[in-house]
C-alpha cells in the first residue's frame, strides 16, 4: 500500500526553522513528483512548493520563495522542506502528495497519495 508520512512538525519561535520529512512506504518516489502544500485555520489548502521526478528543478509558490527549500534523497526515499525564517502565517497543516511522472508546478487535483499532514505552529 502507497503511504506518505509527514514529520518534523511543531511549535516554533518566529523567526525560526524547521524541517519536515515526506517519507514513502510501498513504492519508490523517484518517478514521483512531490508537493508540499499547506491548511491553515479557516482557509482553503494552498501549494507551498514541488519537486519534480527523478532529478527535477524544484518550483515554490509566492509564500515559500527566499525561505523554504525543497529536496529529495531518492536513496532514503523522502523530501524534505526546509521552512526559514517563519512567520505567524506560516501556522498550518503541512501536507506532502505525490504523483507519478509529474512534472512541476501542478494543480492539487493533480495528486494522488496524500500524507495525513503535521502540525507547524508559529508563535512566541
Known amino acids: 500500500q502507497e503511504q506518505l508520512v509527514e514529520s518534523g512538525g511543531g511549535l516554533v519561535q518566529p523567526g525560526g526553522s524547521l524541517r519536515l520529512t515526506c517519507a514513502a512506504s510501498?513504492?519508490?518516489?523517484?518517478?514521483?513528483?512531490i508537493g508540499w502544500f499547506r491548511q491553515a485555520p479557516g482557509k482553503e489548502r494552498e501549494g507551498v512548493a514541488c519537486?519534480?521526478?527523478?532529478?527535477?528543478?524544484?518550483h515554490y509558490e509566492d509564500p515559500a520563495k527566499g525561505r523554504f527549500t525543497i529536496a529529495r534523497d531518492n536513496d532514503a526515499n523522502t523530501v524534505t522542506l526546509q521552512l526559514n525564517s517563519l512567520n505567524s502565517e506560516d501556522t498550518a497543516v503541512y501536507y506532502c502528495?505525490?504523483?507519478?511522472?509529474?512534472?512541476?508546478?501542478?494543480?492539487?487535483?493533480?495528486?494522488?497519495?496524500w500524507g495525513q499532514g503535521t502540525q507547524v505552529t508559529v508563535s512566541s
Open positions: 502528495a505525490a504523483v507519478i511522472w509529474g512534472l512541476c508546478p501542478l494543480p492539487e487535483d493533480e495528486y494522488d497519495v
Open positions: 519537486i519534480s521526478r527523478s532529478f527535477g528543478v524544484p
Open positions: 510501498g513504492f519508490s518516489l523517484t518517478n514521483y513528483a
